[in-house]
């Protein structure tokens, strides 16, 4: 009887664990975004076949967006020391006004991220915007402050989320940006592997 309970108790855990659900499918969706480098991306289906950890950010975010990006910068790390290839990173801005190709690449550069796999994007603000609502995402413009130097800067209230889409642009599991658990977003990109 121990050994029974044991066996179901095993296979309900390994289940539950590779168990991702279907959220939300983008495949039939395109966006037209461009990266860091100025160079045009189809979204999703330039990641057709990979699996993408995608963060939702805006650079002059104080607090939740640094975190979030820190955290996918962990797990980019995770996945190259277990050797898993076939994962690409995209932060999407949602403040295309300020993020503009070289700021997000600056971004990038100041918090020595690899962009070897990791893709920043801007665009329009209505294809954003699309994106954004279908997949949930919320953002909302907040208060604004003003630079020494005059430049005022624009805050938003928004979803924290990296989103774990799979290799047929499937979104599989939503997780907190700030608060990610980098060992459960590891453990599905290998699930889908």
Known sequence: MKKILLLTGLSLFVWGCNNLEVIEDLSDDQYKFINQDSSAVNFPEKYKGKIVVMGFIFTNCPDICPLTTNN???IQERVKEEGIENVQFVS???????????ILKKYAELRSLDLSNWEFLTGDIDDIHSLLKTVQVF????????????????YYIHT????????????????????ANIEEIVDGIKSLD
Do not use: C, W, Y
Request: glycine residues 6%; proline residues 6%.
């Open 160 to 179: 924290d989320r990296i989103a774990l889409i799979d290799q047929e642009s499937v979104i599989r599991k939503n997780h907190f940006g700030s608060k």
């Open 72 to 74: 996918m910068r962990l």
């Open 92 to 102: 999407l801005s949602f403040d295309p006004d300020f993020d503009t190709p070289a």
């Open 139 to 154: 953002a909302v413009k907040g208060d604004s402050s003003v630079t020494p130097k005059g430049n005022v800067i624009q």
